[in-house]
Nanobody, 124 residues
Framework: QVQLLESGGGSVQAGGSLRLSCAAS????????MGWFRQAPGKEREFVAV????????SYADSVKGRFTISRDNAKNTVNLQMNSLKPEDTAVYYC?????????????????WGQGTQVTVSS
């Protein structure tokens, strides 16, 4: 079992930055691929970014590529999402998720554990 707790959400104007953090507890954090997803009102949950269990490989949704950066600190059991140049369309609840196995996933159904989410609101 892995427990995930997100923090760092809030309200910001377009062009601003936010840094989300996800603290993990429970089973061995290093063995999990860690992803960030988001869900806007009335929309399906969508992939944002993922980092491989080893930290050596990352992948991003096209909509955030070049603006968002995912990182992890296995010594501290945390994964972060640095979000720059935020746009109103980035407004959503952001979720941290953990997936076991060797291959990072980009679909919500592939993930085993989820945090409760943190709200990000970007105003124009």
């Amino acid at each position: 079992q892995v427990q995930l707790l997100e923090s760092g959400g809030g309200s910001v104007q377009a062009g601003g930055s936010l840094r989300l953090s996800c603290a993990a507890s429970g089973r061995t954090f290093i063995s999990y691929n860690m992803g960030w997803f988001r869900q806007a009102p009335g929309k399906e949950r969508e992939f944002v970014a993922v980092i491989r269990w080893s930290g050596g490989s990352t992948s991003y949704a096209d909509s955030v590529k070049g603006r968002f950066t995912i990182s992890r600190d296995n010594a501290k059991n945390t994964v972060n999402l640095q979000m720059n140049s935020l746009k109103p369309e980035d407004t959503a609840v952001y979720y941290c998720a953990a997936r076991g196995g060797l291959v990072p996933g980009t679909r919500p159904s592939e993930y085993d554990y989820w945090g409760q989410g943190t709200q990000v609101t970007v105003s124009s």
